[in-house]
């Protein structure tokens, strides 16, 4: 199933940025697929899609950096850039798999322009 998984996801990819909507995801994901971020701002299949689509999907530029594929779980890192908005995004997206269908999803997202600054976050902790 490990290169079945991946060959969902770049499919996916591929026609998401294609034709710009986010919808033509929903019959990959489960019903009850589940969404986790940082932020935990979208949770639920229909929150996650509702979330994403106000995002220019068709107008943007992906890099797939890395993708890798174990077991049930396939993980893509990628550079995303809109056209003219600067450096763009770091995006770390992991994907699990169950019965054909992705039933959990975890992001994570960086402006690349912060990467630097991000890198010493402990140092802006005061000392005991």
């Known amino acids: 199933m490990t290169m079945e998984n991946k060959d969902i996801v770049e499919r996916a990819l591929a026609k998401l940025i294609e034709t710009g909507d986010i919808d033509t ?5 489960r019903a009850d697929f589940v969404h986790h971020r940082p932020d935990s701002t979208s949770r639920t ?11 220019p999907m068709a107008d ?18 990628s550079k ?5 908005a600067g450096p763009g ?9 169950e019965d054909g269908l992705i039933a959990e999803g975890w992001e994570i ?4 322009a912060q990467a630097a600054a991000n890198f ?4 802006s902790r005061a000392s005991p």
């Open 25 to 29: 995801l929903e019959p990959l994901l």
């Open 120 to 123: 010493g976050w402990w140092k």
């Open 109 to 112: 997202i960086e402006p690349v």
């Open 60 to 77: 943007m530029q992906v890099e797939i950096r890395h993708m890798l594929a174990a077991g049930d779980h396939v993980v893509m890192y």
């Open 80 to 84: 995303r850039r809109l056209p003219g």
């Open 45 to 55: 299949r229909a929150e996650w899609l509702a979330a994403a689509r106000p995002v």
């Open 89 to 97: 995004i770091a995006v770390v997206d992991i994907w699990r798999f």
